[in-house]
């Protein structure tokens, strides 16, 4: 049986690590007895170019046809004078609603080989593996009222942090179940101290918690919490926390690996399908000059086949050719150290590196 995924390359450097990422797909899939069809359809600044709207009815309704979807990056300065309500990362955030897309899975873990490429000193992040689970279609991004008004010099502006019960106790549930694959242990973010919002986060994540008697809970102020995961990241196991929290520590937590290069992440509807992307951005800079890093992309194709088919010995295969390739020493730019002399290698030939290590395997 052949499997539809939807592939949104969008702006900037994504075309360049979806291909290597679509590849890498294909490669690993063929292992696990999975064959894939894919259909190429645009967002972001790239739909705004081409249609006027950074998302058409028209994607969405192909990628609620498909199993997955396989997301690079969107965004960039030349749509930045754009009014905010039409710019690119308005179609991330409307697919994300429109699939239901609530729960974010960024998985934050260092790699034996990048031990010395964290800003951090090695014995703080060696051994790192923490997840983050972010609510993404609620709160402040999306909440009501918002909105501006007045005149120069009598300006206001607001935006309404709204969350309903359901919504959280449907991604506490997500973060508890992930736990129990991980090392039972779930930190739940917030600012209940001034926050009404986070007061409720407090007393549903404690009523879920009372269904998971296994997984440890801790709760923890985002602003400590930030001071933590640069201070002891090895206590973290998974984090839980709403969509603006969220959208602030997951990056804080990749930049501990070393590069936003190495993140993948998994975007979740009820029953499990899912939107997966690499956690960088746009990178227009460098965008169509071969020198970007494709591991992110390619590790958000292991969490397609782990999460959407269940093909956990592909997904492994991947992780694996991944590692290899950077025990062996390759490194793409933004993987060397300051000063450090060393040939980096684009973004195809990290991509053939990797496939290289999947065929050998």
């Not at 195809?348 to 999947?358: D, K, P, Q, T």
Request: proline share 5%; net charge negative.
């Amino acid at each position: 049986m052949t499997e539809r995924i939807v592939l949104l390359p969008g702006d900037g450097i994504g075309p360049e690590v979806t291909e290597q990422a679509r590849l890498c797909l294909v490669a690993a899939g063929k292992q696990a007895g999975l064959e894939f069809e894919f259909q190429e359809e645009l967002i972001g600044g790239a739909s705004i170019d081409a249609h006027g709207t950074p998302l058409r009815d028209e994607v969405i309704e192909a990628c609620r046809g498909s199993r997955a979807v396989l997301l690079g990056a969107v965004g960039g300065p030349k749509w930045d004078d754009m009014p905010v309500d039409v710019r690119p990362e308005r179609g991330l955030l409307g697919i994300r609603k429109a699939l239901g897309l609530f729960a974010n899975l960024r998985p934050a873990s260092v790699l034996p080989a990048l031990v010395n490429a964290s800003a951090l000193r090695p014995e703080i992040v060696e051994g790192v593996d923490l997840l983050v689970v972010r609510e993404l279609t609620g709160g402040i991004y999306f909440g009501e009222p918002r909105g501006r008004q007045g005149e120069k010099g009598n300006r206001t502006a607001v935006n309404g942090m709204f969350y309903a019960e359901h919504e959280i106790e449907r991604i506490a549930r997500v973060a508890f179940e992930q736990a129990r694959l991980r090392r039972n242990h779930v930190t739940h973010v917030h600012k209940a101290n001034v926050l009404d919002v986070s007061q409720l986060w407090v007393e549903v994540v404690d009523e879920v918690a009372a269904d998971y008697p296994d997984v440890e809970l801790a709760h923890q102020l985002v602003d400590s919490c930030a001071m933590l995961l640069v201070q002891e990241p090895k206590r973290f196991d998974v984090i839980v926390t709403g969509n603006l929290f969220g959208d602030i520590l997951s990056d804080e937590a990749a930049m501990i690996t070393g590069s936003l290069g190495m993140l993948p992440s998994a975007s979740l509807a009820t029953g499990g399908f899912g939107l997966f992307e690499p956690v960088h951005g746009s990178a227009p800079d460098i965008a169509g000059k071969d020198v970007a890093n494709p591991l992110a992309a390619i590790l958000s194709t292991a969490m397609l086949l782990e999460t959407t088919f269940e093909a956990k010995d592909a997904a492994a295969a991947i992780r694996d050719a991944v590692s290899a390739v950077l025990a062996a020493g390759h490194r793409s730019g933004d993987l060397l150290l300051p000063g450090e002399l060393r040939e980096t290698v684009g973004c195809r030939r990290m991509g053939e590196l990797v496939l290289e290590e999947l065929e050998r395997a």
